[in-house]
């Protein structure tokens, strides 16, 4: 079992004992808790979502992008592997790293001071040599994802202005951040109702029985709280 720290026990001993939570108060329930035991820093909230897919199918597989409403609240550092004039573009929409070749042959060195890796079709020959370092953790340019793209500009800014990208795991379950503690309660919902609608749009033609298993929300050091599925859907 994973240690878990005193901040972590105190907030969890603070939640009532009830199993599901009503989206309406969630996230009320989840900032009361992280205020009465605060940290140093503001924390994240990430959602987890739990489908009724394979991941080991190839053609279940849930992976794409969206934008969430009021953001993250943390900007991404961009990275952008591009060549010719839209090098010049990335640079000017605000892209943190742009470069060709000697960016990969950084990334190979062991750098990986970025959070978001977009790419141009043409410079795939020298960026596929990455999957191996990039795939693990999830930074790898992809179609599917929107990030190898011609593009650059306006996908670099959709990032910057809170764009993110989901995939699921291998236990078929999707993490996405969704804002910070310091949010309001509302746009805490609103971003996770985006992510939610988004899966939906998302499900594969293959999966059967219930797609969507179980949500449930957390900050960086807290417990996760339940969401009543059924709920959302009203």
């Known amino acids: 079992m994973a240690w878990k720290g005193k901040k972590y026990k105190e ?28 940290m140093k820093f503001d924390e994240m909230v990430e959602a987890s979502v739990r489908l009724g897919i394979d991941p080991k199918k190839a053609e279940q597989q849930v992976r794409g992008t969206f934008v969430l ?5 943390k900007t991404p550092r961009v990275l952008v592997f591009a060549l010719g004039e839209k090098v010049k573009e990335a640079e ?15 990334i190979q060195g062991g750098w990986m001071d970025f959070d978001v890796a977009i790419a141009t079709k043409d410079t795939m020959g020298f960026v596929g ?3 191996k370092v990039l795939g693990p953790r999830g930074l790898m340019p992809n179609p599917k994802s929107g990030t190898v793209t011609f593009h650059v500009g306006e996908t670099v800014k959709e ?14 379950i999707v993490h996405v951040p969704i804002g910070k503690v310091s949010f309001e309660a509302e746009k805490l919902m609103d971003n996770l109702m985006a992510l939610y609608q988004t899966l939906i749009r998302a499900k594969p033609a293959s999966s059967r029985g219930q797609y969507i298993r179980g949500i449930s929300v957390s900050s960086t050091m807290g417990p996760g709280l339940k969401v009543q599925v059924g709920a959302l859907t009203k």
């Open 11 to 38: 907030r969890r001993e603070m939640l009532p004992a009830k199993g599901m939570y009503a989206p309406e108060e969630v996230f009320e329930t989840l900032k009361t808790v992280c205020e009465k035991v605060p």
């Open 69 to 73: 409403p009021h953001g993250t609240g």
């Open 92 to 106: 000017e929409a605000g892209a943190d790293y742009v470069g060709g070749e000697e960016l990969a042959e950084k």
């Open 129 to 131: 040599k990455l999957g």
């Open 159 to 172: 990032f910057k202005a809170g764009k993110v990208e989901y995939r699921n795991d291998s236990y078929g």
